[in-house]
């Protein structure tokens, strides 16, 4: 049995067809608490674009291998790795900016980060979920605390997180209000929006006035959205935000409205997964994979999420871009 395994390594910070490099390196080990994951598929999403471009260069050592979602088979286990066996279909987010990243054929990973994958997704489909819907889920859960009755306000709808807070708090029994382009209203109604507001035709604002005002913005997208919450925010309304915003903002407003600002930057673990998955199991929750391409073609799939164009003219797709490392099992 072959002890190496094919990456995609990042080995420069800057455009995507230059930054990456097919390589072959050791297979990892599993120690203590860890298992050895087979990965069938990953996924890209905008924390990988941000590393590339050298955003977080101060937290990555080149060369490196980068990425965080992955759905695959555990092949092996360390001393003490009880929860699973091999064989034993998983799925999980992984650290962020600790050991390898997930644009490989194998990863090793701390048990209590995984999860048993939901039997309704694929691989690519897991693989496509993980990060995303754990952020919607510890973004509207455990810092919100969105109660049923309540209207949440989640900009950037058709987005990766923002599909899955749509359903996330849907399935919570909030009121769920999103902004969109007009394009992509007949899909975040199909998630379970019941007011969606085209950004791009003017203020937002009034619009949610009319509507009584929100208890939760969900702020996927910067710009002046934290500037902004407290114009739309009911007493005691909280503001979660996932985008690292550099820009000094006046929240002055935010005192007047009793308001509760919150700065997620996820953190993988198995029990977030679970709630995801029970989610699931019952239709409440599902992935929009938008393309599926190989882990040999990573640089494309980083052209195609900045919205660019590879091949024949392929553009972005909407939903998340899905790499497929490995042949599906079952």
């Given at each position: 049995m072959s002890t190496s395994m094919r990456v995609m390594e990042l080995v420069h910070f800057g455009d995507a067809d230059t930054a990456f490099a097919a390589r072959d390196l050791p297979r990892p080990a599993p120690g203590p608490g860890q298992v050895l994951v087979r990965v069938l598929a990953t996924s890209v999403n905008p924390l990988d674009l941000q590393t590339r471009r050298g955003d977080y260069r101060d937290e990555v050592a080149l060369p490196a291998v980068i990425g965080n979602d992955v759905s695959g088979v555990v092949v092996g286990t360390g001393p003490g790795a009880d929860d699973f066996r091999p064989g034993d279909?998983?799925?999980?987010?992984?650290?962020v900016f600790a050991g390898q990243g997930t644009y490989a054929e194998f990863h090793v990973v701390d048990q209590a980060l995984v999860a048993r994958k939901p039997e309704r997704?694929?691989?690519?489909?897991?693989?496509?979920?993980?990060l995303v819907g754990v952020t919607a889920w510890e973004a509207l859960v455990e810092r919100a605390g969105v109660k049923a009755g309540e209207r949440v306000l989640v900009?950037?709808?058709?987005g990766g997180v923002g599909s899955?807070?749509?359903?996330?708090?849907?399935?919570l029994g909030a009121e769920v209000v999103t902004t969109a382009r007009a394009k992509d209203h007949e899909f975040v109604t199909g998630l379970g929006a019941d007011t969606v507001i085209d950004f791009s035709a003017g203020d937002y604002v009034p619009q949610v006035r009319e509507l009584g005002g929100v208890n939760v913005v969900l702020d996927t997208v910067g710009r002046d959205t934290l500037t902004r919450s407290p114009e739309v925010l009911a007493d005691r309304g909280r503001v979660v935000s996932i985008v690292d915003t550099p820009e000094p903002q006046n929240l002055l407003a935010a005192w007047g409205v009793n308001a509760t600002y919150h700065f997620l930057f996820v953190s993988p673990g198995r029990a977030?997964?679970?709630?995801?998955?029970r989610l699931i199991d019952r239709g409440e929750l599902r992935p929009d994979i938008g393309a599926v391409l190989p882990l040999a073609d990573i640089a494309q799939a980083h052209t195609l999420l900045e919205g660019g164009s590879v091949g024949e003219g392929r553009r972005r797709p909407r939903g998340k871009i899905a790499i497929a490392v490995g042949p599906e099992l079952g």
């Amino acid at each position: 049995m072959s002890t190496s395994m094919r990456v995609m390594e990042l080995v420069h910070f800057g455009d995507a067809d230059t930054a990456f490099a097919a390589r072959d390196l050791p297979r990892p080990a599993p120690g203590p608490g860890q298992v050895l994951v087979r990965v069938l598929a990953t996924s890209v999403n905008p924390l990988d674009l941000q590393t590339r471009r050298g955003d977080y260069r101060d937290e990555v050592a080149l060369p490196a291998v980068i990425g965080n979602d992955v759905s695959g088979v555990v092949v092996g286990t360390g001393p003490g790795a009880d929860d699973f066996r091999p064989g034993d279909e998983v799925w999980y987010l992984a650290p962020v900016f600790a050991g390898q990243g997930t644009y490989a054929e194998f990863h090793v990973v701390d048990q209590a980060l995984v999860a048993r994958k939901p039997e309704r997704l694929s691989h690519v489909e897991a693989a496509g979920l993980a990060l995303v819907g754990v952020t919607a889920w510890e973004a509207l859960v455990e810092r919100a605390g969105v109660k049923a009755g309540e209207r949440v306000l989640v900009h950037g709808g058709a987005g990766g997180v923002g599909s899955a807070a749509i359903q996330v708090a849907h399935a919570l029994g909030a009121e769920v209000v999103t902004t969109a382009r007009a394009k992509d209203h007949e899909f975040v109604t199909g998630l379970g929006a019941d007011t969606v507001i085209d950004f791009s035709a003017g203020d937002y604002v009034p619009q949610v006035r009319e509507l009584g005002g929100v208890n939760v913005v969900l702020d996927t997208v910067g710009r002046d959205t934290l500037t902004r919450s407290p114009e739309v925010l009911a007493d005691r309304g909280r503001v979660v935000s996932i985008v690292d915003t550099p820009e000094p903002q006046n929240l002055l407003a935010a005192w007047g409205v009793n308001a509760t600002y919150h700065f997620l930057f996820v953190s993988p673990g198995r029990a977030k997964l679970d709630a995801l998955s029970r989610l699931i199991d019952r239709g409440e929750l599902r992935p929009d994979i938008g393309a599926v391409l190989p882990l040999a073609d990573i640089a494309q799939a980083h052209t195609l999420l900045e919205g660019g164009s590879v091949g024949e003219g392929r553009r972005r797709p909407r939903g998340k871009i899905a790499i497929a490392v490995g042949p599906e099992l079952g």
